[in-house]
Protein backbone atom coordinates (compact mmCIF):
# COMPACT_ATOMS: atom_id res chain seq x y z
CA UNK A 1 0.00 0.00 0.00
CA UNK A 2 1.19 3.67 -0.63
CA UNK A 3 0.66 6.17 1.62
CA UNK A 4 0.99 9.01 -0.03
CA UNK A 5 0.82 8.75 -3.74
CA UNK A 6 0.97 12.09 -4.74
CA UNK A 7 4.12 12.10 -3.56
CA UNK A 8 5.90 9.28 -6.00
CA UNK A 9 8.49 10.58 -7.95
CA UNK A 10 7.29 10.48 -11.59
CA UNK A 11 10.44 8.17 -12.40
CA UNK A 12 8.87 6.02 -9.99
CA UNK A 13 5.47 6.28 -10.83
CA UNK A 14 6.74 4.51 -14.09
CA UNK A 15 7.38 1.54 -12.73
CA UNK A 16 4.93 1.08 -9.99
CA UNK A 17 2.40 1.93 -12.36
CA UNK A 18 3.32 -1.37 -14.35
CA UNK A 19 2.86 -3.06 -11.15
CA UNK A 20 -0.46 -1.65 -10.45
CA UNK A 21 -2.05 -1.89 -13.91
CA UNK A 22 -1.19 -5.70 -13.49
CA UNK A 23 -2.70 -5.76 -10.61
CA UNK A 24 -5.62 -3.67 -11.73
CA UNK A 25 -6.19 -6.36 -14.65
CA UNK A 26 -6.59 -8.90 -11.92
CA UNK A 27 -9.37 -7.15 -9.54
CA UNK A 28 -13.19 -7.12 -10.04
CA UNK A 29 -14.70 -3.96 -11.09
CA UNK A 30 -16.39 -2.50 -7.94
CA UNK A 31 -14.64 -3.72 -5.72
CA UNK A 32 -12.84 -2.13 -2.81
CA UNK A 33 -9.50 -2.87 -3.66
CA UNK A 34 -10.18 -2.36 -6.87
CA UNK A 35 -10.96 1.13 -6.71
CA UNK A 36 -7.97 1.73 -4.34
CA UNK A 37 -5.36 0.54 -7.02
CA UNK A 38 -7.37 2.58 -10.17
CA UNK A 39 -7.31 5.82 -7.19
CA UNK A 40 -3.42 5.23 -6.42
CA UNK A 41 -2.82 5.23 -10.00
CA UNK A 42 -4.81 8.33 -10.73
CA UNK A 43 -3.01 10.09 -7.50
CA UNK A 44 0.85 8.54 -8.58
CA UNK A 45 0.42 10.35 -11.98
CA UNK A 46 -0.94 13.45 -11.49
CA UNK A 47 2.57 14.99 -12.22
CA UNK A 48 2.17 13.85 -15.61
CA UNK A 49 -1.42 16.09 -15.86
CA UNK A 50 0.65 19.00 -13.98
CA UNK A 51 3.11 19.21 -16.64
CA UNK A 52 0.84 19.12 -19.56
CA UNK A 53 -1.40 21.58 -17.64
CA UNK A 54 1.65 24.02 -16.68
CA UNK A 55 2.19 24.30 -20.92
CA UNK A 56 -0.72 25.80 -21.24
CA UNK A 57 -0.64 28.37 -18.11
CA UNK A 58 0.23 31.18 -20.09
CA UNK A 59 -3.67 30.99 -21.75
CA UNK A 60 -4.44 32.87 -18.24
CA UNK A 61 -7.16 30.17 -16.98
CA UNK A 62 -6.71 29.23 -13.41
CA UNK A 63 -3.64 26.15 -13.68
CA UNK A 64 -5.95 24.55 -10.96
CA UNK A 65 -8.89 24.46 -13.24
CA UNK A 66 -6.62 23.31 -16.37
CA UNK A 67 -5.06 20.49 -13.99
CA UNK A 68 -8.41 19.14 -13.30
CA UNK A 69 -9.39 19.04 -16.90
CA UNK A 70 -6.59 17.19 -17.93
CA UNK A 71 -7.50 15.04 -14.77
CA UNK A 72 -10.37 13.54 -16.71
CA UNK A 73 -8.13 12.58 -19.61
CA UNK A 74 -5.68 10.57 -17.35
CA UNK A 75 -9.19 8.76 -15.75
CA UNK A 76 -10.07 8.09 -19.25
CA UNK A 77 -6.54 6.55 -20.17
CA UNK A 78 -6.26 4.85 -17.02
CA UNK A 79 -9.78 2.64 -18.12
CA UNK A 80 -8.93 2.32 -21.41
CA UNK A 81 -5.16 1.34 -21.27
CA UNK A 82 -4.27 -2.41 -21.49
CA UNK A 83 -1.04 -3.74 -20.16
CA UNK A 84 -0.91 -6.24 -23.37
CA UNK A 85 -0.77 -2.79 -25.54
CA UNK A 86 3.15 -3.04 -24.79
CA UNK A 87 3.29 0.68 -24.19
CA UNK A 88 4.44 2.93 -21.66
CA UNK A 89 1.29 4.33 -20.27
CA UNK A 90 3.08 7.87 -20.07
CA UNK A 91 2.90 7.35 -23.63
CA UNK A 92 -0.79 6.79 -23.80
CA UNK A 93 -2.13 8.84 -21.29
CA UNK A 94 -0.33 12.23 -23.34
CA UNK A 95 -2.89 11.89 -25.82
CA UNK A 96 -6.00 11.90 -23.73
CA UNK A 97 -4.74 14.88 -20.90
CA UNK A 98 -3.64 17.45 -23.79
CA UNK A 99 -7.00 16.73 -25.30
CA UNK A 100 -9.10 17.66 -22.70
CA UNK A 101 -7.36 20.27 -22.13
CA UNK A 102 -7.68 21.00 -25.49
CA UNK A 103 -11.46 21.06 -25.48
CA UNK A 104 -11.27 23.26 -22.35
CA UNK A 105 -9.56 25.85 -24.44
CA UNK A 106 -11.83 25.52 -27.39
CA UNK A 107 -14.71 26.52 -25.22
CA UNK A 108 -13.66 28.95 -24.00
CA UNK A 109 -15.21 31.93 -25.60
CA UNK A 110 -18.43 32.76 -26.88
CA UNK A 111 -19.29 33.33 -30.38
CA UNK A 112 -23.11 35.19 -29.20
CA UNK A 113 -24.59 36.94 -25.97
CA UNK A 114 -26.03 33.45 -23.97
CA UNK A 115 -27.90 34.23 -20.52
CA UNK A 116 -25.30 33.72 -17.86
CA UNK A 117 -27.66 30.95 -16.66
CA UNK A 118 -27.32 28.61 -20.11
CA UNK A 119 -23.49 29.06 -19.73
CA UNK A 120 -23.47 27.88 -16.19
CA UNK A 121 -25.98 25.51 -17.53
CA UNK A 122 -23.66 24.48 -20.45
CA UNK A 123 -20.46 23.63 -17.64
CA UNK A 124 -22.89 21.81 -15.57
CA UNK A 125 -24.11 19.69 -19.01
CA UNK A 126 -20.31 18.95 -19.27
CA UNK A 127 -19.24 17.68 -16.58
CA UNK A 128 -22.84 15.51 -16.33
CA UNK A 129 -21.84 14.12 -19.65
CA UNK A 130 -18.59 12.97 -18.31
CA UNK A 131 -19.83 11.54 -15.47
CA UNK A 132 -22.14 9.56 -16.39
CA UNK A 133 -20.46 8.67 -20.04
CA UNK A 134 -17.65 6.95 -17.49
CA UNK A 135 -19.97 5.68 -15.36
CA UNK A 136 -22.38 3.69 -18.11
CA UNK A 137 -20.15 3.27 -20.59
CA UNK A 138 -21.72 4.75 -22.98
CA UNK A 139 -23.28 8.22 -24.04
CA UNK A 140 -26.34 9.33 -21.68
CA UNK A 141 -29.51 10.21 -22.78
CA UNK A 142 -31.01 13.48 -22.23
CA UNK A 143 -33.42 11.82 -19.53
CA UNK A 144 -30.42 10.42 -17.52
CA UNK A 145 -28.91 13.87 -17.77
CA UNK A 146 -32.14 15.91 -16.58
CA UNK A 147 -31.98 13.43 -13.82
CA UNK A 148 -28.95 13.72 -12.94
CA UNK A 149 -28.55 17.64 -13.07
CA UNK A 150 -31.72 17.92 -11.69
CA UNK A 151 -33.45 20.00 -14.88
CA UNK A 152 -36.42 19.30 -17.48
CA UNK A 153 -35.34 17.26 -20.36
CA UNK A 154 -36.17 21.06 -22.26
CA UNK A 155 -33.64 22.65 -19.99
CA UNK A 156 -31.05 20.18 -21.00
CA UNK A 157 -31.70 20.59 -24.70
CA UNK A 158 -31.70 24.29 -24.23
CA UNK A 159 -27.95 24.07 -22.56
CA UNK A 160 -26.81 21.54 -25.42
CA UNK A 161 -27.83 24.96 -28.06
CA UNK A 162 -26.35 27.12 -25.59
CA UNK A 163 -22.97 25.19 -26.47
CA UNK A 164 -23.07 25.61 -30.37
CA UNK A 165 -22.30 29.29 -29.02
CA UNK A 166 -19.29 28.71 -28.17
CA UNK A 167 -16.69 29.86 -30.54
CA UNK A 168 -13.10 27.60 -31.32
CA UNK A 169 -10.07 28.79 -30.95
CA UNK A 170 -7.41 28.18 -33.51
CA UNK A 171 -4.71 25.49 -33.05
CA UNK A 172 -2.38 28.74 -35.02
CA UNK A 173 -3.20 31.06 -32.16
CA UNK A 174 0.02 32.36 -30.53
CA UNK A 175 0.85 30.48 -26.95
CA UNK A 176 3.48 33.11 -24.76
CA UNK A 177 5.96 31.14 -23.98
CA UNK A 178 8.95 30.85 -21.54
CA UNK A 179 12.23 32.75 -21.83
CA UNK A 180 13.84 29.69 -23.07
CA UNK A 181 11.34 28.83 -25.43
CA UNK A 182 9.91 32.19 -26.56
CA UNK A 183 6.81 32.00 -28.35
CA UNK A 184 4.91 28.88 -30.09
CA UNK A 185 1.40 27.93 -31.27
CA UNK A 186 -1.29 25.71 -29.71
CA UNK A 187 -0.64 23.08 -32.46
CA UNK A 188 3.12 23.13 -31.01
CA UNK A 189 2.20 22.14 -27.52
CA UNK A 190 -0.02 18.44 -28.70
CA UNK A 191 1.11 15.51 -27.69
CA UNK A 192 1.39 12.60 -30.68
CA UNK A 193 -0.43 9.63 -30.40
CA UNK A 194 2.01 6.83 -29.93
CA UNK A 195 1.74 4.83 -33.42
CA UNK A 196 1.19 1.43 -31.93
CA UNK A 197 -2.55 2.37 -30.89
CA UNK A 198 -3.05 1.68 -34.21
CA UNK A 199 -2.69 -2.27 -33.66
CA UNK A 200 -6.32 -2.01 -32.47
CA UNK A 201 -7.89 1.42 -33.26
CA UNK A 202 -7.33 1.02 -36.72
CA UNK A 203 -9.78 -1.52 -38.16
CA UNK A 204 -9.51 -0.80 -41.24
CA UNK A 205 -6.16 -2.22 -41.18
CA UNK A 206 -7.20 -5.07 -39.00
CA UNK A 207 -9.92 -5.55 -41.20
CA UNK A 208 -8.92 -9.06 -42.85
CA UNK A 209 -7.48 -10.29 -38.80
CA UNK A 210 -10.64 -9.71 -37.49
CA UNK A 211 -12.73 -11.60 -39.56
CA UNK A 212 -10.73 -14.37 -39.26
CA UNK A 213 -11.49 -14.34 -35.43
CA UNK A 214 -14.30 -16.37 -33.65
CA UNK A 215 -17.77 -15.33 -33.30
CA UNK A 216 -17.06 -14.60 -29.21
CA UNK A 217 -13.76 -12.90 -29.80
CA UNK A 218 -15.06 -10.38 -32.45
CA UNK A 219 -18.08 -9.77 -30.06
CA UNK A 220 -15.60 -8.82 -27.36
CA UNK A 221 -13.28 -6.81 -29.85
CA UNK A 222 -16.61 -4.90 -30.97
CA UNK A 223 -17.50 -4.20 -27.05
CA UNK A 224 -14.39 -3.02 -26.07
CA UNK A 225 -13.11 -0.85 -28.90
CA UNK A 226 -16.20 0.26 -30.50
CA UNK A 227 -18.66 0.53 -27.88
CA UNK A 228 -16.19 1.02 -25.12
CA UNK A 229 -17.57 -0.95 -22.86
CA UNK A 230 -15.42 -2.02 -19.48
CA UNK A 231 -14.70 -5.45 -18.84
CA UNK A 232 -17.18 -6.07 -15.95
CA UNK A 233 -20.07 -4.86 -18.60
CA UNK A 234 -18.52 -7.02 -21.09
CA UNK A 235 -18.23 -10.14 -18.74
CA UNK A 236 -22.10 -9.48 -17.91
CA UNK A 237 -23.34 -9.58 -21.74
CA UNK A 238 -21.19 -12.63 -22.91
CA UNK A 239 -21.89 -14.98 -19.32
CA UNK A 240 -17.95 -14.73 -18.02
CA UNK A 241 -15.66 -13.26 -14.93
CA UNK A 242 -14.13 -10.04 -15.69
CA UNK A 243 -11.06 -11.76 -14.84
CA UNK A 244 -11.67 -13.83 -17.91
CA UNK A 245 -12.46 -11.05 -20.12
CA UNK A 246 -9.12 -9.16 -19.04
CA UNK A 247 -7.52 -12.69 -20.21
CA UNK A 248 -9.43 -13.13 -23.59
CA UNK A 249 -9.08 -9.46 -24.30
CA UNK A 250 -5.15 -9.34 -23.85
CA UNK A 251 -5.05 -12.93 -25.95
CA UNK A 252 -6.97 -11.37 -28.91
CA UNK A 253 -4.35 -8.12 -29.11
CA UNK A 254 -1.55 -10.47 -28.60
CA UNK A 255 -2.93 -11.95 -31.91
CA UNK A 256 -3.85 -9.32 -34.10
CA UNK A 257 -0.22 -7.35 -33.07
CA UNK A 258 1.49 -10.47 -33.81
CA UNK A 259 -0.40 -10.76 -37.38
CA UNK A 260 -0.44 -6.78 -37.79
CA UNK A 261 3.60 -7.21 -37.27
CA UNK A 262 4.13 -10.27 -38.69
CA UNK A 263 1.95 -11.55 -41.74
CA UNK A 264 3.33 -14.56 -42.16
CA UNK A 265 2.08 -15.64 -38.49
CA UNK A 266 -0.95 -17.40 -39.12
Given at each position: ????P?R??P?D????S?Q????L??????T?????????LIE?N?S???????R?????????DIV?????G??KA???F?V???????T??????V??I????R????????P?R???A???L??AT?????R??R?????E??QL???S?D?V???R??A???Q????????T???E??????A????????S?E??????S???LI??L?DRE???????????L????I???????????S???S?I?????A????P?V?
Amino acid sequence: MIEEPTRVRPEDARELSRQFFDRLAMLEEGTHEHQYVRNTLIEMNLSLVRYAASRFRARGDSLEDIVQVGTIGLIKAIDRFEVSREVEFTTFAVPYVVGEIKRFFRDTSWAVHVPRRLQEARAELARATEELSSRLGRTPTTRELAQLMSLSEDEVIEARKAANCYQSTSLDAAVTGDAENGESVLADLLGAEDPSLELVEDFHSLAPLIAGLDDRERRIIHLRFVEELTQAQIADRIGVSQMHVSRLISRIIKQLRAGLLEPEVA
